[in-house]
């Protein structure tokens, strides 16, 4: 069975410093991850996927996630938080098995301090 | 690229009653699957179609029922409304890829806020 487990519902930053959004996965085969973004009132938009190529993965708007198989680990960083980060994140976990079913995390809150 | 579009974007309904959520895949994309977010919640997977006929099916009962036309549009039933189905109601759309092929990511909607009275 897939299951993903976002550790923090809130993450809280300051404007420049770095973010860490942390998800751990259980999957019974090789999965593939993802992590989504959702502003308010907003559809959510892919910020970047892993699909067992490159186990450090870039996204969009300087995201980058690392994939950990011996940890069952896909944190999302960032470097520098933007004001305009601030947004409700979710980490996703699918396998071939199961087609394109998604199973998200319950999410984290990103709030970014100016 | 219109991307995935959904109708209405809100909906007000009575507890009881029946209501028909729409959506239109990204073009290129024959799989459509619905997901519904409550609040504070993550989205939880509901069902998927591909070629007019329902694939997957979440733990949501029968009274969620879905249909996809042979242009890849896909509509949500929802009948005998309870005020728990108060949520937005998100449509993903995607490429079928075999179960040797990794999966691509799914393009969302911006969904239908339904709110049942």
């Known amino acids: 069975a897939q299951s993903v487990t976002q550790l923090d519902s809130h993450v809280s930053v300051s404007e420049g410093t770095p973010v860490l959004l942390r998800c751990n996965y259980s999957?019974?085969?090789?999965?593939?991850l993802f992590w989504y973004v959702q502003h308010p009132n907003k559809g959510l938009q892919l910020l970047l996927k892993?699909?067992?190529?490159?186990?450090l993965v870039k996204g969009i708007n300087g995201f980058e996630a690392e994939f950990k198989k011996s940890e069952t680990s896909f944190h999302l960083t960032k470097p520098s938080a933007h004001m305009s980060d601030a947004a409700e994140y979710f980490c996703?976990?699918?396998?071939?098995?199961?087609?394109?079913?998604?199973?998200f995390g319950t999410g984290t809150s990103l709030t970014v301090i100016p | 690229d219109a991307g995935v579009t959904q109708s209405p974007t809100h909906l007000i309904k009575t507890r009881g009653q029946q209501v028909t959520l729409r959506c239109s895949p990204k073009?290129?994309?024959?799989?459509v699957s619905w997901y519904q977010q409550a609040l504070g919640q993550g989205p939880q997977f509901i069902f998927q179609?591909?070629?007019?006929?329902?694939?997957q099916r979440g733990n949501f009962p029968d009274r969620f029922s879905g249909h996809q036309f042979p242009n890849y549009s896909s509509e949500l039933n929802v009948n005998a409304l309870l005020l728990g189905d108060s949520a937005l109601y998100l449509c993903?759309?995607?490429?079928?890829?075999?179960?040797?092929?990794?999966?691509?990511?799914?393009?969302f909607g911006q969904g239908t806020r339904l709110t049942v009275v």
């Open positions: 993903a759309s995607s490429l079928r890829v075999s179960r040797r092929q990794r999966n691509t990511e799914a393009f």
């Open positions: 999957s019974s085969y090789s999965p593939s």
């Open positions: 892993y699909t067992s190529a490159a186990t």
């Open positions: 996703v976990v699918s396998d071939p098995n199961t087609g394109n079913q998604f199973y």
């Open positions: 073009s290129g994309h024959d799989t």
């Open positions: 179609y591909y070629e007019e006929e329902e694939r």
